[in-house]
């Protein structure tokens, strides 16, 4: 008996159930596709992380932080410790000091540059030698001069020999004449002459004149000539000089640089300027120097304020506990820390741990996971997802995948998966066959048209030849007076146990049987998922065909016309001890009887099975896709 939802009618529109389905459908599959996100994985990955024993535990930690405990607490003190200590006080007090300033700028000073040259100066050598020199006597500063040097210069040339004698030989008698004569012309005609005169040609042309004759002669004139002038005071005294020992000497300095420079050298020392230069020298005082005036230069600055602070400065015992420590690693320690201590690093730490726990807590990176946590445990996506992921909305789905399906799309029939004769006829006689009782004759697909992804199975009047089945004589030829078709699985597609079902329009024109049914190898079982004759009947047969009443079946009917308008799903539901029968996912029939134990494939088919009257042909079965589950 069909169930009271349909005999009532409740049967939802087919629209309304497959919108569902696909509904169903998409959120399955964006449930799988968030199952598999990053964004899920990540949340997990979080849930875990925040709802752990070390996450709890890592913000107790957090809360308990105390600055006592950190790196820059013990900085900071290091730092106190190190300002505090003496020596380094002291340090910081010179070098932020004014003194230190001034001695900076004073060590910069020309002043001080000039001191230094001075005080270099005034240790040099050269001071000292001007200092001693000032202060020996007048004699002594004379003799330490470059004049007294000249002087003593001139004195061991005058006491040479060659000058003495030739000083000596200027002041003999007849020098004049000596000099008149020497190297003169008239000096070399006298030498001439008397060369002449005691020449053998002259003594020879003498010797050969007359006395008388000599007289008148040039030879005369000649010789009387030499020997006036030999006895003359001029000559007389020329020779006489020549014959002096110290006329080598005259003769080597006469008209000499030499001799020239110590006449000049004699002048010099003769001079009035020589003599004023010598007063000076003697008469020098230190005074007056330039070095005396440095001196007192250096006096000056050494004690002026300014010098007298800065050294003193410079000579205490804080400047040189400053030099000491300038540089010096614990310096370096100190204003590193400093440094440390000054910056936003150690400020934020500090300012960060003298908060509240609650505070730091909400400052921390735990916090801000923990809030993204719950943020996102609240999020519309992951309520959706944790909603359905221990609902049962999806175990259909989860249940069942798809083991055959088709939807005709294509135009034309899939002859991999259908094939359009009853199956023992293509396996026994390669042929298509109608029942005995049947009017009809299935064509080998000649009846099945193809509209916009529908399968129509088309029923006829018209005349056609085929092969009959009869159980007492078998196959024999036989003329029809109508054409039908059919398609089957049973060449593709077999299966035990699951949900069979599709989406077919049963156009009301009785009486042509429509059917949506499953068989095995034999005549029996024999399930009609859906078969729409006068009613729509949904029906089982079991047993044994060979024994009388042996046949079993279970039958439930419903009236055809309220599903003969539009599209149902009729859908099969097998299990291993239970039929379903259920149209739009309303149950309308159930058994536990005769439930079949072996692989069943289906058939659509369409035929008459007694004469039709009026004008009811052809009569369509239209199919829009079949579909076949199994447990996954």
Same mark, same amino acid.
């Given at each position: 008996?069909a169930?009271?939802?349909a ?20 959120e399955?599959?964006?449930?799988n596709?968030f199952?598999?996100?990053?964004e ?11 709802l #752990? ?8 930690? !957090?809360q ?17 410790r190190?300002?505090?200590?003496k020596? %380094?006080k ?11 300033k ?5 060590e910069?000073?020309?002043?001080l ?7 270099e100066?005034?240790k #040099? ?11 020996l006597?007048?004699?002594k ?19 040479? +020999? ?30 001439? @002459?008397?060369? @002449? =005169? ?7 042309a003498?010797?050969s004149?007359?006395?008388? $004759?000599?007289?008148?002669s $040039?030879?005369?004139?000649?010789m009387q ?11 007389r005294?020329?020779?006489?000089? !020549?014959?002096?020992?110290?006329l080598? $000497?005259?003769n ?16 010099? !020392? ?21 070095e ?7 006096k ?22 400053? %030099? ?51 943020? @996102? ?5 992951? =309520? ?9 909305r ?10 055959f399906e ?5 135009g ?12 023992? &006829? ?5 042929d298509?066959y ?14 099945l ?6 399968l129509? !199975? ?7 030849? &085929? ?15 109508? +054409?039908?078709g059919?398609i ?18 049963f156009n ?6 429509? #059917? ?13 998922i859906?078969k ?57 029939? +159930?058994?536990?009887? &005769?439930?079949?134990?072996e692989?069943?494939?289906?058939? @659509?088919? #369409?035929?008459l099975h007694k004469e039709?009257? &009026? ?7 239209? %199919? ?9």
């Amino acid at each position: 008996m069909a169930s009271l939802k349909a005999l009532l009618g409740l049967i939802p529109g087919t629209s309304e159930v497959e919108a569902k389905r696909a509904a169903l459908q998409r959120e399955y599959e964006a449930f799988n596709e968030f199952s598999k996100s990053r964004e899920l994985s990540d949340f997990k990955k979080l849930e875990v992380r925040v709802l #752990s024993d070390e996450f709890a535990q890592r913000k107790k930690e !957090i809360q308990a932080q105390k600055f006592k405990d950190t790196d820059e607490y013990k900085k900071e003190q290091e730092y106190l410790r190190l300002r505090n200590e003496k020596d %380094i006080k002291n340090y910081y007090k010179i070098k932020e000091s004014n003194e230190l300033k001034e001695l900076i700028a004073f060590e910069k000073s020309d002043e001080l540059k000039k001191y230094h040259k001075l005080e270099e100066f005034l240790k #040099s050598p050269e001071f000292n030698k001007v200092k001693d020199y000032m202060a020996l006597s007048p004699k002594k500063k004379f003799e330490n001069s470059e004049l007294y040097k000249i002087l003593q210069q001139y004195l061991e040339q005058k006491r040479i +020999t060659k000058f003495k004698n030739y000083f000596k030989f200027l002041k003999l008698s007849g020098y004049s004449d000596f000099y008149d004569l020497y190297k003169s012309k008239r000096l070399k005609d006298f030498e001439e @002459l008397r060369d @002449l =005169v005691k020449s053998k040609d002259f003594l020879a042309a003498r010797h050969s004149m007359k006395k008388s $004759d000599f007289k008148f002669s $040039d030879e005369y004139q000649k010789m009387q000539q030499y020997k006036g002038l030999k006895k003359s005071k001029e000559f007389r005294n020329y020779y006489k000089l !020549i014959k002096l020992p110290i006329l080598i $000497d005259y003769n080597e300095l006469h008209d000499s640089h030499e001799l020239e420079a110590y006449i000049e050298l004699e002048k010099y !020392i003769n001079s009035a300027g020589y003599k004023a230069e010598r007063s000076k020298i003697e008469n020098q005082k230190f005074q007056d120097t330039d070095e005396y005036r440095k001196l007192e230069d250096y006096k000056t600055l050494k004690s002026s304020k300014r010098f007298k602070d800065n050294f003193r400065f410079k000579a205490s015992a804080l400047y040189a506990n400053y %030099i000491n420590l300038e540089g010096s690693d614990r310096i370096k320690q100190v204003e590193k820390l400093e440094k440390y201590i000054q910056s936003d690093d150690f400020r934020k730490v500090k300012e960060y741990m003298l908060l509240p726990p609650a505070k730091k807590l909400e400052l921390s990176d735990e916090y801000k996971m923990e809030q993204k946590y719950k943020e @996102l445990k609240s999020s519309e996506k992951i =309520v959706w997802y944790f909603e359905l992921k221990d609902s049962t909305r999806f175990d259909e789905l989860k249940t069942w995948e798809v083991s055959f399906e088709d939807d005709f799309s294509s135009g034309r029939l899939d002859r991999k998966k259908w094939m359009t004769r009853y199956f023992w &006829g293509d396996a026994l006689i390669k042929d298509s066959y109608s029942l005995a009782h049947d009017k009809h004759f299935f064509t080998d697909g000649e009846n099945l048209e193809f509209d916009k992804g529908i399968l129509k !199975i088309l029923t006829r009047k018209e005349k056609a030849k &085929g092969k009959a089945w009869n159980p007492q004589i078998g196959f024999y030829p036989r003329e029809f007076d109508y +054409t039908s078709g059919l398609i089957s699985t049973g060449n593709s597609y077999r299966q035990k146990y699951g949900i069979f079902e599709a989406k077919i329009k049963f156009n009301e024109s009785y009486p042509v049987s429509h #059917s949506f049914w499953m068989l095995s190898d034999q005549i029996l079982p024999h399930i009609d998922i859906a078969k729409a004759e006068n009613k729509l009947v949904m029906s089982s047969y079991w047993g044994n065909i060979n024994t009388r009443g042996g046949i079993r079946k279970k039958i439930s009917r419903l009236g055809l016309s309220k599903y003969s308008k539009e599209f149902y799903i009729y859908s099969l539901e097998w299990s291993q001890d239970k039929l379903k029968w259920k149209i739009n996912g309303v149950t309308v029939a +159930t058994s536990s009887q &005769g439930v079949p134990q072996e692989p069943m494939y289906l058939i @659509l088919s #369409s035929g008459l099975h007694k004469e039709i009257k &009026g004008n009811n042909l052809p009569a369509a079965m239209e %199919i829009d896709w079949v579909r076949c589950y199994k447990r996954k």
